[in-house]
């Protein structure tokens, strides 16, 4: 099958190269290039860096629904989506059939962070669907789901690495459904529908007001990228692994209760043991290493959620 490709971080990759082993690609469509840093360094998205160890041809449009008469020209059998970052133009789905593959069992976190959602939620298990694209945000009819298991270990990272293979694989059997003339369509129950949407700066500041649990389930959706940030004397900081600790004190949330030899902290129900972490500037460290060095954190100081 000739496939136009629309995809952007990770989690598209095995998607991506799943459709160069299996059929033609005849364009990867991925975000724009950015700059990270004091130094602007210019940072290719994932799915970019393995189009050009390929030799696939490329285009980062800043915006698809200005520039969509190129696919259009191509005449590809199907476009194939995976996280790509930007809403297709209707023009484009009127053009050419489209796929999606989406990470969560539909019509549950439909938007752009379901994976990180079902973590922050402290779900035992998501999914992921291949899916028919509709001119509403992930609404489209369902093809096929497969059921991914969360361990309590799992953060972002570990979550979204199964997730794309599972991803991928999912995705091969649909193409090889549809080439035996086999289609699978089911409509989405719009009362079992909720959302996901793109993480902003105000979801990765933790509230130690909260509950142990959701603060730990937090920092697993939040990391390793962009870490779970809070505020102590002046200094950001960032959390990138935690874990609930046995001792039982009652002090107000966010009481750092000890700094030695490891880092405490209360929280609306019980204490957490920070076991990774980075402070603004710095680079990131276990706690313990941390400690050993550190002067900006005291027993009896306050973590606070920033603005």
Known sequence: MKIVFFGTPEFAVPSLKM????????????????????????????????????????????????????????????????????????????????LNVHGSLLPKYRGGAPIQYALFDGLKETGVTVMYMAEKMDSGDIIKQEKVLIDPSDNYKTLMLKMSFVGANLLKSVLEDMKQGIFHRVSQNEDEVSFAYTIKRDDEWLDFNDTATNILNRIRGLSPEPGASTYINGKIVKFYQAKISDIIKHNEPGTVLSTDKMLLIQTKDQAIEILELQVAGKRKMDAKSFLNGQSIIKKGDHFQKGE
């Open 19 to 98: 459709l160069h082993e299996n059929h033609e690609v005849l364009l990867v469509v991925t975000q724009p290039d950015h700059t990270v840093g004091r130094k602007k360094q210019i940072v290719k998205s994932p799915v970019k860096i393995y189009a050009e160890c390929v030799n696939l041809p490329i285009f980062q449009p800043e915006k698809i629904k200005q520039e969509d008469q190129r696919i259009i020209d191509l005449k590809p059998d199907l476009i194939i989506t995976a996280a790509y970052g930007q809403m297709l133009p209707n023009r484009l789905l009127k053009n050419v059939k489209a």
